[in-house]
């Protein structure tokens, strides 16, 4: 059996790949805010007919460059505007992924760490639940991997003239930067002069080569930051300049975090891989030169993802997600070092702790949705209150992944205390994809009508009617997305009466606003302004002062934490 999955191992990693991210794809409404936000994108570009320019509620958007967003437009082109196509493209990336690891891990490694690796990245519970997902870092994560595995090559290659990686790592790097901006770049560069500083600046560099890597680079970014800048000028590239700037240095809307953030994240995040990396610290004597060399690569790359993103004042989960590939790879090269020695007694505690822990918050999640009471004394928050109790079914089924989690940890604990290594991590790896799986069937779906549902409910009732829909009080996307607002020739007419009348009164000359400025604008016209339709807004039930008792705005209903409104034209 074990030969013929070696012999057919593409096929059958391509359709393990099918079975793990492609079914039940659609059936949650994509989360607010970076889902929605790129699907959107996506969906206005399809409007617009203009692929070029990211635009977010018609208004150029310089937070992100267009490449993923290009891909959610061929997804939506086959599959129509829906949550399935807004997250095709990861899961195709998914499977992409798995494939290109094991290929290079069996051609320049072992076959036991290339399944391995493969296994371990399919069985972590966040690497496996982006693919599943429709953000951008699983296809931005690619392509800077490869960058720098071609990199890498060309540390192991001894003939100066073979200019090849140097292109190829140029041409991801490219990509990586047209799918989330220059801190592609900034990764590539700071782990390469690390890796250069920690081997004394011994290895041959090819300047030929380097400058191939630029030029291709350059030519790569040039199809679309040149493009723009030449057919709107510069203004729009020194905006996302000054964006990315700002979210090094600020927290974004609020989404701040401790130092150590993304440690705690990694460690329970990518579980089980996370626990079994520790052991490929040292340098083993069994191992060849490119092995390690590889090995030494990773755990620098491991190292400035968890430095540089400590220090960016904007915390968020999917920022680190590019350790996804050091972290599992270091797991795969320690779980085969394991299968010749052994896994030492402090590593299986550390397993059997993390595991028991990680188990527990999931056993958690549930139980304390489906029996609130229990908590509610240490929440004074009204909307989180609200959030608590909305009505949602809970079964009480939903802790079973939690609780299989708990039993199959002490298991593979007890199986690896005596010595049966090959049969904890076969376990191991059956366990955690039935739990991820069962998690995303069971509890995500849950926990989304907890948190957003009752908007999502209200947008999708305003689709066919012809009106305003917007947000007072909170930041979202997903009044744009689920309403399917079109661009209104004029809606823009009135606004632009109403941006002029403003500056007439503030005596102020100035160019039309930034799009920060343009939703602050659009909100305060649809809720004072002179209106040509309906205007429906949705608050949060802490903040109803910003709505309660002006003129014209009627309460229609509450919900879930939410309250909804309508003013109607005069």
């Known amino acids: 059996m074990i030969r013929v999955i070696n012999r057919y191992c593409y096929a ?58 290009w891909m959610q437009v061929l997804s939506m082109k086959v599959f129509g505007v829906n949550e399935f196509a807004a997250r095709f493209p990861n899961a195709i990336f998914g499977i992409i992924t798995l494939l290109t690891i094991f290929h290079l891990a069996k051609k320049y490694f072992k076959l036991s760490i290339a399944w391995f690796w493969m296994l371990f990245y399919a069985a972590s519970f966040l690497p496996h639940l982006y693919f599943k997902s429709g953000i951008i870092d699983p296809v931005f994560n690619y392509f800077i991997f490869m960058s720098f595995w071609f990199l890498y090559r060309t540390t192991q290659n001894r003939t100066e003239n073979n200019l090849a990686p140097y292109l190829l790592s140029g041409l991801f790097a490219g990509l990586a930067v047209l799918t989330k901006g220059p801190v592609g770049l900034l990764i590539i560069l700071l782990t390469a002069f690390a890796y250069l500083f920690i081997n004394k600046f011994r290895i041959r560099i090819s300047f030929k080569g380097v400058a191939s890597f630029i030029i291709v680079f350059l030519c790569t970014i040039f199809f679309w930051f040149g493009s723009e800048v030449i057919r709107n000028g510069p203004w729009f590239l020194v905006e996302f300049i000054h964006y990315q700037i700002r979210l090094f240095l600020e927290p974004d809307a609020g989404h701040g975090g401790p130092f150590y953030f993304h440690f705690i994240v990694l460690l329970f995040g990518c579980f089980p891989a996370s626990v079994f990396l520790f052991g490929s610290f040292a340098k083993s004597t069994d191992e060849n030169d490119v092995t390690n060399n590889f090995r030494k690569l990773m755990l620098i790359l491991l190292a400035v993802v968890l430095i540089l993103f400590s220090i960016v004042t904007t915390k968020i989960i999917h920022y680190s997600s590019l350790a996804y590939f050091p972290i599992t790879f270091l797991a795969a090269l320690s779980a085969d070092r394991i299968l010749k020695s052994g896994l030492k007694i402090s590593m299986n505690i550390f397993f059997v702790l993390t595991g028991l822990i990680f188990s527990a918050a999931i056993v958690m999640v549930p139980f304390l949705f489906n029996h609130p009471e229990k908590i509610l004394q240490f929440i004074h928050d009204e909307f989180s209150t609200e959030i608590l109790l909305a009505d949602v079914p809970w079964s009480g089924a939903e802790i079973l992944p939690g609780l299989l989690l708990l039993i199959s940890t002490i298991v593979v604990f007890l199986l690896f205390s005596r010595k049966k290594v090959r049969l904890a991590f076969t376990l191991l790896f059956i366990h955690s994809i039935i739990v991820i799986q069962a998690s995303v069937i069971m509890i995500v779906p849950k926990i989304e009508l907890h948190s957003q549902h009752a908007t999502i409910e209200f947008y999708q009732s305003l689709k066919n009617e012809d009106c305003y829909v917007n947000t007072v009080g909170f930041k979202s996307y997903a009044h744009l997305f689920y309403s399917g607002k079109e661009k209104s020739q004029t ?34 016209w649809q809720l004072t302004g002179e209106i040509d339709k309906n205007a429906y807004f949705v608050s949060k039930i802490s903040s109803i002062k910003n709505l309660e008792g002006r003129n014209g705005i009627v309460e229609l209903s509450r919900k879930n934490g939410f309250v909804f409104w309508k003013r109607e034209p005069h």
């Not at 936000?37 to 992100?64: C, G, S, Y």
């Not at 941006?499 to 503030?506: G, I, L, S």
């Not at 102020?508 to 606003?513: H, V």
């Open 12 to 69: 059958v990693i391509a359709v393990f790949g099918l079975l793990l991210f492609i079914p039940f794809l659609g059936t949650t409404p994509l989360f607010d805010w970076d889902e929605i936000n790129f699907a959107e994108a996506a969906r206005e570009m399809i409007l617009t007919k203009d692929f070029f320019t990211v635009q977010i509620n018609f208004h150029p958007f310089w937070e992100k460059p267009p490449l993923f967003i």
């Open 491 to 524: 809606e823009n007419s009135l606004l632009l009466n109403y941006v002029n009348h403003q500056r007439e009164v503030q005596n102020k000359n100035q160019d039309w606003p930034d799009s920060k400025t343009f939703d602050q604008l659009e909100r305060t």
